[in-house]
């Protein structure tokens, strides 16, 4: 079985300051993680992927993942954030085991970044 | 290079009518997924389909909804008989290859309200 837990609903930070979205998984072989960003009444965006090789992932407008094998997580960070970074963020996961289709993904965090 | 359309945008259905919502994948890709996201929460996955195949439907409600990808148009999420607990945004994903590498890319939504 797998799973994604985002243990913030909320993360509030003011343009400029650096953000931190967190995501932890669970899975029985090895991770496929996954970072999207949804706006209000849009489809998902995909923002960025590990999948293997270096940590450090760099996606789409300014932002990078880590993934950390030992704490099982994947934190979503930008160095420096815009107003319009405000949206919602979602992190998933597939295990290399399960069907190749099947995503899971956390519930959400909402990041608001004021001016 | 058109995205993965969704049709319609928005629909209503009185509860014991049936609602379609439709999924044209990006051009190139096979694959199709299905996700449920209720309010306030995150995205569920419900189907996995391949032209003519369902290759995964272990996130389906088991009576009343159905899903196909015929060899030619749209794929089509079938809700029979739908009831308020229906009112949802359905997201199509599509992907160009089976596997768990590859990004899943996600249309606007179709939003349905049951009254």
């Known amino acids: 079985a797998q799973s994604v837990a985002q243990p913030e609903d909320q993360v509030n930070v003011a343009e400029g300051n650096p953000l931190t979205v967190k995501c932890t998984y669970s899975?029985?072989?090895?991770?496929?993680l996954f970072w999207y960003v949804q706006y209000p009444n849009r489809g998902l965006q995909f923002l960025l992927k590990?999948?293997?090789?270096?940590?450090l992932v760099k996606g789409s407008y300014g932002f990078e993942a880590e993934f950390n094998k030992s704490q099982t997580s994947f934190h979503l960070k930008k160095p420096s954030a815009l107003v319009s970074d405000s949206a919602l963020y979602f992190c998933a996961v597939r295990d290399t085991r399960a069907n190749a289709g099947k995503s899971t993904f956390g519930d959400g965090t909402t990041l608001t970044v004021k001016p | 290079n058109a995205g993965v359309m969704q049709n319609p945008r928005h629909l209503v259905r009185r509860r014991g009518q049936e609602a379609r919502l439709r999924c044209s994948p990006m051009?190139?890709?096979?694959?199709v997924y299905w996700y449920r996201q209720l309010p306030e929460e995150g995205l569920k996955f419900m189907v996995y389909l391949q032209k003519e195949n369902i290759i995964d439907e272990s996130g389906m409600p088991k009576e009343r909804f159905s899903a196909e990808f015929p060899k030619e148009g749209p794929s089509i999420l079938r809700i029979q008989q739908v009831v308020r607990g229906d009112s949802a945004a359905y997201f199509c994903?599509?992907?160009?290859?089976?596997?768990?590498?590859?990004?899943?890319?996600f249309g606007p939504g179709t939003r349905l309200t049951v009254l």
């Open positions: 590990y999948i293997t090789g270096d940590n």
């Open positions: 051009k190139g890709h096979s694959h």
């Open positions: 994903a599509s992907s160009s290859v089976a596997s768990s590498t590859d990004t899943q890319y």
């Open positions: 899975v029985s072989g090895n991770p496929y």
